[in-house]
């Protein structure tokens, strides 16, 4: 089957999905841009997971890369998956480490049987990944990962984000 993909101008937060992506810091505790805005509109709920969480599996915090399902609180999604995107760097390949944080949500939500996931676009906020070349890789990976995901819905914030997303599809 064939994951579909969507793309939305507006607020992550205010999705309805089975999983929203959270672009999460290490620390699985809340901060600034998407990861603060979960938080504060998913509630104490997710917070108290991600502190179990710390003090279990992830004592040193989640790795770049990889990805976590917690609850979603009080968002309209069952769950939010926690994803640590990587900052970019001009000297250092790190796409490898942003495509990983798609497939890595992707398998998550498959283990849970989600069937919509809405993600933002990982790593152009304060990581300064740019945004056409972030589009690109989230787009080719969502595309190249096997999945019983049956909608991907990409979440952007502003215009110029959308119009590089719309410009990796057909």
Request: charged fraction near 20%; hydrophobic fraction near 40%.
């Given at each position: 089957?064939t994951?579909?993909?969507?793309?939305?101008?507006?607020?992550?937060?205010?999705?309805?999905?089975?999983?929203?992506?959270?672009?999460?810091?290490?620390?699985?505790?809340?901060?600034?841009g998407?990861?603060?805005?979960?938080?504060?509109r998913?509630?104490?709920?997710?917070l108290?997971?991600?502190r179990?969480?710390?003090?279990?599996?992830?004592?040193?915090?989640?790795?770049?890369?990889?990805?976590?399902?917690?609850?979603?609180?009080d968002?309209?999604?069952?769950?939010?998956?926690?994803t640590?995107?990587?900052?970019?760097?001009?000297?250092?390949?790190?796409?490898?480490?942003?495509?990983?944080?798609?497939?890595?949500?992707?398998?998550?939500?498959?283990?849970l049987?989600?069937?919509?996931?809405?993600?933002?676009?990982?790593?152009?906020?304060?990581?300064?990944?740019?945004?056409?070349d972030?589009?690109?890789?989230a787009?080719?990976?969502v595309?190249?990962?096997?999945?019983?995901?049956?909608?991907?819905r990409?979440v952007?914030?502003?215009?110029?984000?959308?119009?590089?997303?719309?410009?990796?599809?057909?």
């Amino acid at each position: 089957m064939t994951t579909a993909i969507t793309l939305v101008r507006g607020d992550i937060t205010r999705q309805s999905a089975d999983v929203i992506v959270n672009a999460a810091n290490s620390s699985l505790l809340g901060g600034g841009g998407v990861d603060g805005a979960i938080h504060r509109r998913g509630g104490p709920a997710i917070l108290r997971e991600c502190r179990a969480l710390r003090a279990s599996r992830y004592g040193k915090g989640l790795p770049t890369g990889q990805a976590v399902a917690t609850t979603a609180g009080d968002l309209d999604a069952r769950w939010v998956i926690h994803t640590v995107g990587p900052v970019y760097s001009p000297d250092e390949d790190r796409s490898g480490l942003l495509a990983s944080c798609y497939r890595e949500c992707l398998r998550v939500a498959a283990e849970l049987g989600a069937r919509t996931v809405a993600f933002p676009a990982i790593s152009t906020g304060v990581y300064r990944w740019p945004m056409r070349d972030a589009a690109r890789i989230a787009v080719e990976t969502v595309k190249a990962t096997g999945t019983a995901v049956e909608e991907v819905r990409f979440v952007l914030f502003d215009d110029p984000a959308h119009e590089a997303f719309a410009g990796q599809l057909p």
